[in-house]
């Protein structure tokens, strides 16, 4: 339906049935606009020349243009078209479309002056750009009644205004009837239609169109727009090989690529990942002696930050300011996050910091970069500050930035703050969203408070927000890990029933949940389920099933879930082998560990840190130590890092087996590997060495604790007790459990019960009993 402007009353504009016909009518027989007579022109020729030059002036004010007009309009004899146009079109430039109506409804009206193709091109392009086509139409259809003939100008204004609205069809309807009416697409009309289709995602067309213009030699050939539109959209649609090629068609076409050429192969390789390639078309463009832009730097230090590279591009910021491009906002925030991500906050404060040494003051995305960086390192104090900061500085966080500095109090269990946080948004006119509601639901939830987590529901549901597959799946995940498996599932149903569908997250967290309180029959029964209604098992899926047969003894069952994999499109993961290896040892099948280690690595899965030290474990479990040391030694070898964990887990497996020497020596080599033993591994070296009686080298072991800023703790005191008490070293253990009662650590289970049973067989149980904190609860 066309849109009909008031500042239009007095121009006569026909239906749009009417338009059309018109349209087809007029076609090529219409008559063409005689040439202007140089002697119809009033006033003085130098002054509209003045005049005319003074429009084209971008210093010209909308208010200059208007007294020009005014002058003009009042002057006897009238002026030309030439100088009224010009100020048409100077209020064009400004943006001040409906200004350009009303002038016209005025020009119009004026006595002595008939408004020429120039002038309707120029009523006819706002129209346009005020997404007015039809009217557009209906100015075209004036245009024909009064014998005017429409030139390019025309033409690409109206085929560029569909193309806006995506009316392709009809773009192209009137891109084929211009040779009709006798005037020849130009190549600006070519390129709009073809940024048209490109838009519309038709590429296919636009490349056709492209290869048109190859054809009709020189007087339409594609110029470096027409390259650069399809290149750009090559690249958008991550068809990078394409548009590289395109390139190279261009150069040999004799157009030369220009920056936004090479920026949108830069972009299409980021988006795709490829920064190394990215960073190599920046090499080729600086070759070629084009000088990189601002959004040229921006997409580069973007992409080098995704990956990690922050650092390098830093560097870029500081060639930006060698080569006198200024870095903008945006190229600053983009090195602020890329530190965050990092976790090098303080690069990032440093980056943040120097911006208004550069003449820049942040932005509310710079904040909310550097907001989050804080929160994502646990450091939620500095996160609120810098949120007052911003507030302060006059800048209104948006919702992106109260839902982080929300997620953080949230994750942090602050969830009455979080409330008061959501009601000052509220209160500020920013909307919470899903992902806002989210964390609160989450901050609940991860605290055990279902009913306040539900009550959140229930308010966003009210505020017309809907809940997303995400808020489901959070609400099951802190159900399942509440033991609450039933609940969660009839949770399932009711999303289901309420045409939510779940996805293979939903369906994996409720197996997960049924797996850990041991319902192993109703966690397949949920994978059939799955299964049946068209959800794909992902890897995830298989380990949670295969880890809960190895914890449930039944090997047989996990290995043929893993068998399955492969036939089922599933490839077998590190995290999948990790699983199944450490179920084996579990029951004792180490032969069979074996073999599926060979499997592994034959299938070049590459094995990590976690595999190596789950073998470690089940190798010294089943007394093989041996071929414990010898893994060791060739993780070693091969340049695996080991972490402190397999040092602890060899000194454990060493002391067992009665290797106290090699227990020792593993454990003095800890340092030279730039490791520091944990409190963990001195109670696996004080345990192994009381049971070989070596209590000096104990005491030193505790007095070497102490220098070294690791203390016992109750722990390791709890183990030392239980095992004097087992070498019958009842006074050592007395002694031990004075200084418990000294730093009032408590006793575990254990060891209460252990010696309760060794000193009831003494004669001076009682006496003994005295040393014993209150908290043991035994009566005096």
Not at 324 to 330: R, S, Y
Not at 590 to 611: G, I, Q, S, W
Not at 668 to 675: E, G, R
């Amino acid at each position: 339906m066309r849109r009909t402007s008031p500042l239009l009353a007095s121009l006569p504009v026909s239906s749009s049935a009417r338009d059309a016909a018109t349209f087809r009518r007029k076609g090529a027989s219409s008559s063409r606009e005689t040439a202007p007579d140089n002697n119809i022109r009033g006033g003085n020729s130098r002054l509209e020349s003045l005049a005319i030059e003074r429009c084209r002036s971008e210093a010209l004010t909308i208010e200059d243009a208007l007294d020009l007009f005014d002058t003009a309009a009042s002057a006897s004899p009238k002026p030309s078209n030439a100088v009224l146009n010009a100020v048409l079109n100077a209020v064009l430039r400004m943006k001040h479309y409906p200004t350009v109506l009303s002038l016209y409804n005025k020009l119009n009206q004026m006595q002595g002056i008939s408004p020429g193709v120039h002038t309707y091109g120029i009523l006819i392009k706002c129209c346009c750009r005020m997404n007015w086509v039809d009217l557009g139409f209906g100015v075209f259809g004036d245009l024909l009644k009064r014998g005017h003939f429409p030139d390019a100008i025309i033409f690409r204004a109206l085929v560029h205004g569909l193309c806006s609205e995506n009316r392709i069809s009809e773009a192209a309807m009137v891109f084929d009837r211009m040779s009709l009416m006798g005037c020849q697409p130009d190549v600006s009309t070519y390129n709009a239609l073809i940024k048209g289709l490109c838009s519309a995602g038709s590429m296919g067309l636009a490349l056709e169109l492209h290869q048109k213009m190859a054809t009709l030699g020189s007087c339409c050939k594609p110029d470096v727009v027409t390259y650069n539109t399809i290149i750009d959209n090559l690249c958008k649609e991550g068809a990078v090989s394409k548009a590289l090629k395109l390139i190279d068609e261009m150069t040999n076409a004799g157009v030369a690529p220009d920056v936004r050429t090479y920026n949108s192969i830069i972009h299409g390789h980021s988006t795709l990942g490829h920064w190394k390639e990215a960073v190599n078309i920046f090499k080729k463009m600086v070759d070629r002696g084009l000088s990189p832009n601002v959004v040229t730097y921006s997409m580069l230090m973007d992409s080098l930050c995704k990956h990690k590279k922050t650092a390098e591009a830093h560097k870029l910021l500081d060639l930006m300011n060698e080569r006198g491009e200024k870095p903008n906002v945006i190229s600053y925030t983009i090195l602020v996050q890329g530190y965050c991500q990092e976790s090098r906050l303080v690069d990032a404060i440093k980056v943040f910091d120097s911006m208004s040494g550069k003449g820049l003051s942040p932005n509310c995305h710079t904040y909310s970069a550097l907001i989050n960086g804080f929160v994502k390192n646990q450091k939620m104090d500095e996160a609120v500050e810098l949120f007052k900061k911003m507030q302060q500085q006059g800048l209104k966080p948006d919702v992106v930035t109260y839902s982080t500095v929300l997620d953080g109090l949230c994750h942090l269990g602050r969830v009455e703050d979080a409330g008061s946080l959501l009601d000052e948004m509220v209160a500020q006119g920013i909307h919470p969203n899903v992902i806002t509601y989210n964390s609160i639901i989450c901050g609940f939830g991860r605290l055990g408070k279902w009913k306040e987590a539900f009550q959140l529901l229930n308010e966003m549901r009210e505020r017309g927000i809907h809940p997303n597959i995400m808020t489901l799946n959070a609400l099951i995940d802190f159900i399942c890990k509440e033991g609450k498996v039933q609940e969660a599932h009839r949770l399932l149903e009711k999303m289901i029933s309420g045409g939510m569908e779940p996805d293979v997250f939903t369906y994996n967290t409720l197996m997960d949940g049924y797996c850990m309180v041991g319902q192993m029959n109703d966690a397949v029964r949920i994978y059939d389920s799955m299964v049946s209604k068209s959800h794909k098992p992902n890897a995830v899926t298989y380990n949670i099933l295969i880890d809960g047969y190895c914890k449930r003894w039944r090997i047989d069952k996990a290995l043929n879930l893993f068998n399955a994999m492969p036939r089922n499109g599933v490839q077998h993961t590190t995290i999948v082998y990790n699983t199944i290896l450490a179920g084996m040892y579990r029951v004792g099948r180490v032969a069979d560990a074996e073999n599926l280690f060979d499997k592994m690595l034959a299938a070049r899965v590459c094995p990590d840190l976690y595999t190596y030290n789950i073998i470690l474990d089940g190798l010294c479990r089943n007394q093989c130590i041996d071929k414990s040391m010898k893994l060791f030694q060739d993780a070693l070898s091969s340049d695996v890092n080991l972490d402190i964990i397999s040092f602890n887990t060899l000194i454990d497996g060493l002391f067992n087996g009665g290797e106290i020497n090699e227990a020792k020596n593993l454990f003095n080599t800890i340092p030279t590997k730039d490791l520091k033993p944990t409190i963990v591994t001195y109670t696996i070296m004080v345990k192994g060495l009381i049971k070989e009686g070596l209590f000096d080298e104990v005491d030193y072991l505790l007095l070497h604790m102490e220098k070294s800023g690791c203390p016992a703790d109750s722990v390791m005191l709890n183990v030392m007790v239980r095992c004097l008490l087992e070498k019958d070293e009842i006074e050592k253990a007395l002694e031990i459990i004075r200084k418990m009662k000294e730093k009032s650590f408590s006793f575990e289970a254990s060891t209460a019960s252990q010696i309760f049973e060794v000193l009831s067989k003494d004669g001076q149980y009682l006496d003994y009993l005295k040393l014993l904190p209150d908290f043991t609860g035994h009566p005096k």
